[in-house]
């Protein structure tokens, strides 16, 4: 079984710019999660999707992220425009049913310069 | 403080040791509890969940006090594959299925 995958590994963006961010979730898992690490703290939630719906979006930095998973298959987390501090590990899991193991994807490393 | 502390090491301890990790959570309400490994510069990835009675996956045990609201960790006969962070991770449950991490232990084993 094909575990959660992500799109690009790395991505170098400019102040200013937009980066799009992908995942794909393991097959028949409804829920996906985006969280994000920037450089010495933990990892930290962002949003959970059940589906195509956004069950829980606190996480959310501000509103220069928009995330969106149409037809509740693979998500997209959208950056515009881009900040220095932006820069981080975005990580993508997903799992069978909300409060079970969450299986992550290998990670988006964003740098913006 | 913290929502979940873990001392960050790291614990460098030689082949066949035991060694233990604990791990704090402030928020009584929480509802299950993990630990995972990463390894350098890769995902986080589950090794085991967390019960309160207990649970044993061969050289590594986990324990949970709701009392006291720490989670450990034992890993019996260590090996260097073993070197890695490992991570304490909270879910609140109740409506929130987020996982909340610590910053992770790192562990070092050395022949």
């Known amino acids: 079984e094909a575990g959660v995958t992500q799109f690009p590994s790395h991505s170098v963006i400019e102040k200013g710019q937009t980066v799009t961010l992908r995942c794909d979730p393991i097959?028949?898992?409804?829920?996906l999660y985006w969280y994000r690490r920037v450089m010495g703290k933990e990892i930290k939630f962002l949003l959970h999707f059940v589906k195509e719906s956004k069950q829980d979006e606190s996480g959310m930095p501000n509103n220069r992220f928009l995330a969106e998973r149409t037809g509740g298959t693979y998500s997209t987390l959208k950056v515009q425009p881009a900040e220095l501090e932006d820069s981080g590990v975005y990580f993508c899991a997903s799992s069978q049913a909300a409060g079970y193991e969450q299986y992550f994807g290998p990670g988006t490393r964003l740098t913006v310069t | 403080r913290k929502e979940v502390e873990q001392d960050p090491g790291p614990f460098n301890v030689p082949e066949g040791a035991t060694v233990a990790f604990n791990c704090t959570y402030s928020?009584?309400?929480?509802?299950?509890f993990f630990w995972y490994r990463q390894d350098c510069r890769k995902e986080p990835k589950l090794l085991m969940s967390?019960?309160?009675s207990g649970n044993e996956d061969g050289r590594f045990t986990a324990q949970l006090n709701r009392a006291s609201q720490y989670i450990s960790l034992l890993i019996r006969d260590s090996k260097l594959s073993d070197s890695a962070t490992y991570l304490c991770v909270v879910n609140r449950g109740s409506g929130t299925y987020k996982y909340i991490f610590g910053t992770g232990t790192r562990l070092k084993v050395l022949a």
């Open positions: 097959s028949g898992h409804d829920n």
């Open positions: 967390v019960y309160s």
């Open positions: 928020n009584s309400a929480s509802q299950s």
